[in-house]
Structures are given as C-alpha cells and as structure tokens.
C-alpha cells in the first residue's frame, strides 16, 4: 500500500498474474480505488491551496505597494508640513519683528512729539515772560481745534496767502499717519532736492535753532501774537537763536537730518502752542 501510494495505481493484470487471492485482490482494488480518489481529492486541495496562496500572495504584494505607497506619500506630506511649519514659524517671526518696530517707531515718535511739545511750551513761556501781559484768552485743552483767527499781529493777515518755505511735492498732509499704527503728523512734508533753499514765510525772530531728536536740525520762528512756525529735518541751519528775520528770508537748506528716507523739509504752524493745518493758510490747497 505505501508502494502505491509512492508509485501509482498497479494495473489489475499484475494483480492476477501474480497469483494472489482474488478475494484479496477485490479487497486491494477497493481499496486502491479509495487511496486513488482520497489522493486526487488532496492533490485538487493542494492546487486550490497553492492557487489560494498565489492569490493571497497576489494580494499582499499589491497591500504591500499600497503601503509601501502610502508611507511614502506620509513621508512627503510630512516633510511638506515641516516646510509649511517651518515657513510659518518664519513668517510669524517676521510678524512679530515688525509688530515690535513698529511699537518702538510709535513710542519713539510720541517722545519725539513730547520733546516738541515741550519745547514750544517752554519756547512759548519764555516769550510771554518777556513781552507785557496781554489779553486773556480762554485756554486750549488737548482736545481744542485751535482757532488762529483770534491772534494778534500781522501774521494772521497771511492766511489764504502765506507761500510755503519750499517748493516741492507735497507727500504728507496735516493729519495724515506717520506710520502703520495711525499716529498722526502734526505737520506736512515736503519732498525737495537737497541743498534748497527754506525760506520764512513771515516776518518774526528765530527763538530755536539746533537739532532735536526726531526733526533734525530744527529752526522755529516766533511770529509774534501767538504764533510760530517751525522748520525740521533741514540739512543745514543759517540763522541762530536770537535773529531777526524777514518774510521770504533763507533761513536753512533742505536735508534728511530727522531721519526721514527722503530730503524735503518738515513744516508746521502752531498757535498757543497748539499746531493746525498750514496748508489752510497757504496758496497751495
């Protein structure tokens, strides 16, 4: 039986020449018929097995693609959200870095207006120590549009005709922000060629005439009755403290020493101390 299951069925014949039993023989061809169906019962199971297992080999190379590609695309997406992280990172760095200039600008521009400020009220006290008392006029609060038709003296004839210290373009208005956080110029800008002549726009005595943080070499011109005018980022200055001068005198040249990216000449008015639109006394509206 085990040569048959090694070697195959035996033909019958065999069985009979070799003189065995018939008894014995129908017993053996029985069961060889058994063998024979049981072995080709197990060979078709080995074939759907081996089909099946080609199949599922079939099927776990192409997962195995799938995942292979898969974790590639995870590889890429990941690397592309390093960038993304990396370039936001970056973007707010530079976020914050402006933000912080920009609040250092500001504080540096409101101590720049509070130096001003101060000098003028200083500037404006001297003067009212040394000329006779006058009039009383009701005070201007911090809130108060100045109202320079109630001055005294001739410079309020000026106004509708008083010609600007330069020729030049006119970049930056009364009122208009100085930067990103909206805080506003006291006076105008005027683009010019450096070198350029400034000139006074009326009549008066220079009362300063030096550099102060934030407007450069500065000139201010008391007008008498209240008012001045004021000259900045000039590049250079040719009257001094004390001088008297004359309308349409030169008084300094055109620069960028306040700091500005451009040379023009920095110009405001003031009454009482108090600073309002230039360009609604000038020629030019």
Same mark, same amino acid.
Not at 2 to 28: C, T
Not at 53 to 68: F, P
Not at 130 to 149: F, H, I, M, S, Y
Not at 181 to 196: D, E, L, T, Y
């Given at each position: 039986?085990?040569?048959?299951?090694?070697?195959?069925?035996?033909?019958?014949?065999?069985?009979?020449?070799?003189?065995?039993?018939?008894?014995?023989?129908?017993?053996?061809?029985?069961?060889?018929? #058994?063998?024979?169906?049981?072995?080709?019962?197990?060979?078709?199971?080995?074939?759907?097995?081996?089909?099946?297992?080609?199949?599922?080999?079939?099927?776990?190379?192409? @997962?195995?693609?799938?995942?292979?590609?898969?974790?590639?695309?995870?590889?890429?997406?990941?690397?592309?959200?390093?960038?993304?992280?990396?370039?936001?990172?970056?973007?707010?760095? +530079? =976020?914050?870095?402006? *933000?912080? $200039?920009? $609040?250092?600008?500001?504080?540096?521009?409101?101590?720049?207006?509070?130096?001003?400020?101060?000098?003028?009220?200083?500037?404006?006290?001297?003067?009212?120590?040394? @000329?006779?008392?006058?009039?009383?006029?009701?005070?201007?609060?911090?809130?108060?549009?100045?109202?320079?038709?109630?001055?005294?003296?001739?410079?309020?004839?000026?106004?509708?005709?008083?010609?600007?210290? =330069?020729?030049?373009?006119?970049?930056?208005?009364?009122?208009?922000?100085?930067?990103?956080?909206?805080?506003?110029?006291?006076?105008? &800008? *005027?683009?010019?060629?450096?070198?350029?002549?400034?000139?006074?726009?009326?009549?008066? $005595?220079?009362?300063?005439?030096?550099?102060?943080?934030? &407007?450069?070499?500065?000139? *201010?011109?008391?007008?008498?009755?209240?008012?001045?005018?004021? #000259?900045?980022?000039?590049?250079?200055?040719?009257?001094?403290?004390?001088?008297? *001068?004359?309308?349409?005198?030169?008084?300094?040249?055109?620069?960028?020493?306040?700091?500005?990216?451009?040379?023009?000449?920095?110009?405001?008015? $003031?009454?009482?101390? @108090?600073?309002?639109?230039?360009?609604?006394? +000038?020629?030019? @509206?």
């Amino acid at each position: 039986m085990h040569h048959q299951y090694l070697h195959g069925s035996a033909e019958p014949i065999h069985l009979v020449l070799a003189r065995e039993d018939p008894n014995q023989i129908a017993r053996d061809l029985y069961y060889l018929t #058994y063998v024979s169906r049981a072995r080709a019962q197990l060979i078709a199971a080995l074939k759907d097995s081996l089909q099946a297992l080609a199949r599922i080999t079939d099927a776990t190379r192409t @997962k195995s693609d799938e995942l292979t590609a898969i974790q590639r695309s995870q590889n890429q997406e990941r690397r592309n959200l390093e960038r993304e992280k990396a370039s936001r990172e970056r973007v707010l760095a +530079s =976020v914050s870095e402006q *933000i912080g $200039r920009q $609040r250092r600008e500001l504080e540096n521009l409101k101590r720049d207006e509070a130096r001003l400020t101060k000098l003028v009220e200083r500037l404006a006290r001297e003067l009212a120590r040394a @000329k006779p008392p006058k009039r009383a006029k009701a005070p201007l609060t911090n809130r108060t549009v100045p109202e320079p038709d109630d001055g005294d003296g001739a410079f309020r004839q000026l106004k509708g005709r008083m010609h600007l210290p =330069v020729t030049g373009e006119l970049v930056a208005r009364f009122g208009s922000p100085r930067n990103e956080r909206g805080f506003s110029s006291k006076g105008i &800008f *005027i683009r010019s060629r450096a070198g350029q002549e400034v000139k006074a726009v009326a009549a008066g $005595r220079v009362v300063f005439a030096d550099w102060l943080r934030g &407007f450069g070499n500065l000139l *201010i011109v008391d007008h008498g009755g209240g008012y001045m005018s004021l #000259y900045g980022n000039n590049e250079a200055l040719f009257r001094r403290t004390g001088d008297e *001068i004359r309308g349409g005198e030169a008084l300094a040249s055109v620069g960028a020493s306040g700091g500005n990216e451009e040379t023009g000449l920095y110009f405001e008015l $003031r009454y009482q101390g @108090k600073p309002f639109d230039p360009l609604t006394w +000038s020629t030019l @509206k």
